[in-house]
């Protein structure tokens, strides 16, 4: 077969070079696999964990081991814990300075486009995690002037630990489920930010999170708090190189939107095939609080993925705009949550996902009107799109309405591409494979707007790496 009809008829998997490229493994430590006491123990240790910290990741470890797996959702049973390394240490400490970091870490950040992007002054600072830690942190010196923090969560632990001690893990309890449980006992780097009352963020902020090691786990968490009036922007993006082990992704988010606050979460998690992908989000909105999640599921071969919104304070509001793209060999089980627990809250799901070439796509929505939310509103629209017959996509909506005097609504397409728009788009002169991608495009475009200019260039990119050789 030649090459050139070898690229238009058959991928034996997606080419994801600038992702997929391994840097020699150079960690200065790694624990021994599995999930002991005496693991924990380590990890608290060499990342001087205050004591009360020390008891926290040992009784989640407790609840983890009383805990049984989901009895919903896609299918995670080869994933053994016993074989994966929990706590991978680079061989580099944290800086603010670039060029402090180590050169073969500093190049794959590089490749990216990590500190580009901050030296365009497009971002107000930039963290980067590198397997299990944090290696590099920045932030504008005038929204330090203004009380605004943002660190890694170590040492935030050390410089802020009465903030963490009040915030952490109380929306994500290890008693949720069992990878919030798991989380709590190995967690290590991720973000803190802390936006003082009234001040504006305007510039946003950015952390990206590279796992390189193979048969290695990453449990970043980020606890994020946005003080009464105050607005920020973060970004969050992920990658890893494929291997032929699995390797397991495991973080939490934690938003707290407080009165009148606003904050826009956005993220593209671009994990490899290899990838268990169990990530757990999670945003508490008091009195007239905006939340924005902007969500982008690429990559990894399975994906638990369902923020979820607590509508606490009167007038909070929430919007949720995801898509998700499922290829060979992937599942990939995402959606939203949310629930109204006051009055006059308000809140709009608007997903897109996407399945080709056997893979599996399931859109699951959970929202929630307590009896204490009337005149609440909620719209769910989700749109469903395979590319062949040997995909599969799924809608599964849940709506417990208490209250009375509200108004919900869910809507929900399921389909594949149209034979008479391709018979138009061709009829003009248009290649019959660029015809497919751009339906897909115009698919997905509600969602790329919506995206920061370099990461909805990313997602466009990753769409047509998705689609090139599949449309033979």
Request: glycine fraction near 6%.
């Amino acid at each position: 077969m030649r090459v050139a009809e070898k690229k238009k008829t058959y991928v034996e998997d997606i080419e994801r070079t600038l992702y997929d490229i391994r840097d020699a493994d150079n960690a200065s430590y790694k624990s021994e696999t599995g999930l002991t006491e005496e693991v924990i123990r380590d990890i608290s240790a060499r990342k001087h964990d205050p004591a009360w910290m020390l008891d926290f990741r040992l009784k989640s470890l407790a609840t983890y081991n009383s805990l049984s797996l989901p009895t919903w959702g896609p299918d995670i049973s080869e994933l053994n814990m016993d074989e994966i390394v929990t706590y991978v240490r680079p061989n580099a400490k944290m800086t603010g300075n670039w060029q402090e970091v180590p050169t073969d870490i500093k190049n794959t950040f590089d490749r990216l486009g990590i500190p580009e992007a901050e030296q365009k002054q497009s971002l107000a600072g930039v963290g980067a995690q590198y397997d299990s830690e944090v290696v590099y942190h920045s932030i504008q010196e005038d929204l330090v002037k203004e009380g605004v923090v943002y660190t890694d969560m170590e040492t935030a632990l050390t410089e802020h630990e009465d903030i963490v001690k009040t915030y952490f893990m109380t929306l994500v309890p290890p008693h949720d489920h069992k990878f919030a449980a798991l989380h709590g006992a190995v967690w290590s780097g991720g973000s803190f930010v802390y936006v003082p009352e009234g001040v504006a963020v305007k510039i946003p902020l950015q952390s990206y999170f590279r796992l390189n090691a193979a048969g290695a786990g990453q449990f970043e968490h980020t606890l994020i708090i946005v003080e009464k009036g105050a607005s920020l922007h973060f970004i969050e993006g992920c990658s890893a190189p494929k291997y032929n082990v699995t390797n397991l992704h495991a973080g939490c988010v934690e938003l707290f939107v407080k009165e009148g606050a606003r904050l826009r979460y956005s993220t593209i998690e671009n994990w490899s095939r290899n990838m268990m992908n169990l990530n757990t989000k999670r945003a508490l909105v008091e009195k007239d609080g905006i939340i924005e999640w902007v969500s982008g599921s690429f990559g990894s071969h399975v994906s638990c993925l369902y923020p979820r919104s607590v509508l606490r304070g009167e007038g909070a509001r929430c919007e949720f705009t995801g898509v998700t793209f499922a290829s060979k060999g992937q599942n990939l089980d995402t959606g939203a949550s949310v629930i109204h627990a006051a009055p006059h809250t308000s809140s709009t799901i608007n997903t897109r996902t996407i399945s080709k070439a056997g893979g599996k796509a399931t859109y699951r929505s959970a929202v929630k009107v307590t009896k204490h939310a009337p005149f609440s509103k909620c719209s769910v629209n989700c749109e469903s799109l395979m590319l062949d017959s040997a995909s599969r996509s799924d809608t599964l909506p849940v709506m417990d309405i208490e209250a009375s005097e509200v108004d919900v609504g869910h809507e929900a397409k399921i389909g594949r591409i149209s034979d008479e728009a391709i018979f138009y788009l061709t009829s003009r002169g248009i290649d019959e494979d660029e015809a497919r991608a751009m339906i897909v495009r115009g698919f997905v475009e509600p969602i790329a707007k919506e995206l920061p200019l370099e990461y909805a260039v990313e997602m466009n990119n990753l769409v047509n790496m998705e689609l090139e050789g599949t449309m033979g």
